[in-house]
């Protein structure tokens, strides 16, 4: 198969763009970043396109009056750049069906849940504010909701007592890059499926051939210290054995 050809878009820090930029220096994914757009000048992103010789461009948000208009100028950068698929990272902007219909089931977002828990905006602090003792990433394409795509995969990430904001976010942060990666490198292998959905209305639901579900546990075994092929249970300390 060809390489996956890129369009990443950002609104910032841009470190799963590194990690992307990173997996295709060392051989770890087959794919080409065509365009890095921005829809903020000046952010960390751009700056880490452009130390890797990837084009970027910058569309500011605010140099349009709606949406559909934004959504054009960006989709028309991304088809001249030569981008087939386009992902999600750290894009802070709802897409519109003109964007989504130029791209069908080839748009990937990474969001710091366990969806379709906690989507939207900082998920971290909704799922600290909700006491939940497991949460996680979650990689999807995306659909015309906020979060709600088909899900091609996810980790899971305890919550330890004692955590904020920040140091959850970190914590999930290590295991977003891993799963980016790893999701972009099976649909560039060719192993994604995209099922539209049974009935008109309902929901279509994306397939990884070949991957199993071992993917979370392990990550939540390796975040709280488990030894290998030890059973992760959240906060073990607290609820002791046999709970
Ligand atoms: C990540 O937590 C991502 O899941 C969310 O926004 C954050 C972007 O971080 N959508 P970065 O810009 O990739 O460092």
Redesign the pocket.
């Known amino acids: 198969m060809p390489p996956l050809d890129l369009g990443v878009l950002?609104?910032?820090?841009?470190?799963?763009?590194?990690a992307i930029l990173d997996a295709i220096a060392d051989g770890r994914l087959d794919a080409r970043v065509r365009l890095v757009l921005s829809n903020r000048p000046g952010v960390e992103?751009l700056a880490r396109a452009e130390r890797a010789g990837v084009p970027t461009r910058v569309i500011a948000h605010r140099d349009f009056t709606d949406r559909d208009t934004f959504d054009a100028a960006v989709v028309d950068a991304l088809r001249d750049a030569g981008a087939t698929w386009v992902v999600?990272?750290?894009?802070?902007r709802l897409l519109t069906t003109t964007f989504l219909d130029a791209f069908p089931h080839r748009v990937v977002?990474?969001?710091?849940s366990l969806l379709p828990s906690f989507p939207g905006v900082d998920?971290?602090q909704q799922a600290l504010d909700h006491g939940v003792r497991i949460t996680g990433?979650t990689v999807h394409l995306v659909d015309a909701g906020t979060d709600t795509g088909p899900i091609l995969a996810q980790a899971a990430v305890p919550v330890l007592d004692g955590d904020d904001h920040d140091t959850l976010?970190a914590r999930?942060?290590v295991q977003?890059h891993a799963l980016l990666v790893r999701a972009l490198s099976w649909i560039a292998e060719g192993r994604l499926q995209v099922t539209p959905p049974a009935a008109p209305g309902g929901r279509a639901r994306a397939s990884i051939a070949g991957v199993g579900t071992a993917l979370g546990l392990a990550a939540v075994d390796a975040a709280l210290g488990l030894a290998e092929g030890g059973r992760a249970r959240g906060n073990v300390g607290e609820v002791g054995e046999g709970a």
């Open positions: 950002i609104s910032g820090r841009g470190s799963n763009l590194q992103g999600l990272a750290g894009f802070m977002n990474i969001h710091p998920a971290q990433c976010a999930i942060l977003e």
